[in-house]
């Protein structure tokens, strides 16, 4: 873990439309929301409008570490998959928590046009 707040200092957003990918600071998030949901819940409530249903192309699915990702210990490995799901009626946004490993990445995902 390395970066401000405990998080590994990158968000990486993928559009599976266009193919296109690119990575955002963590830190513009992890200052004022506390975690992986809280994360996924700003990015979330921000870029989808109400209207927008689960199998919508301008739906986000989001998928989220804490800052403890990695972490040896109880709870240290604990990810979380955020967005609107077709299973409810009425769709609601749903968030689903779960435990296991992400491997560490030796460099960063190259940005794409």
Request: aromatic fraction near 10%; hydrophobic fraction near 40%.
């Amino acid at each position: 873990m390395r970066g401000k707040f405990g998080y590994a200092g990158s968000i990486l957003r993928v559009d599976l439309s266009s193919g296109r990918s690119g990575i955002q600071p963590t830190v513009d998030f992890a200052d004022a929301w506390v975690g992986g949901r809280g994360i996924a819940v700003r990015i979330y409530w921000e870029e989808v409008p109400p209207d927008v249903t689960a199998l919508d192309p301008r739906n986000v699915l989001v998928f989220v570490t804490g800052p403890l990702a990695g972490v040896p210990g109880v709870a240290g490995s604990r990810w979380q998959v955020c967005g609107k799901s077709p299973a409810t009626a009425p769709e609601t946004f749903c968030y689903s928590n779960l435990g296991g490993r992400w491997e560490p990445s030796s460099s960063p995902p190259a940005l794409t046009a």
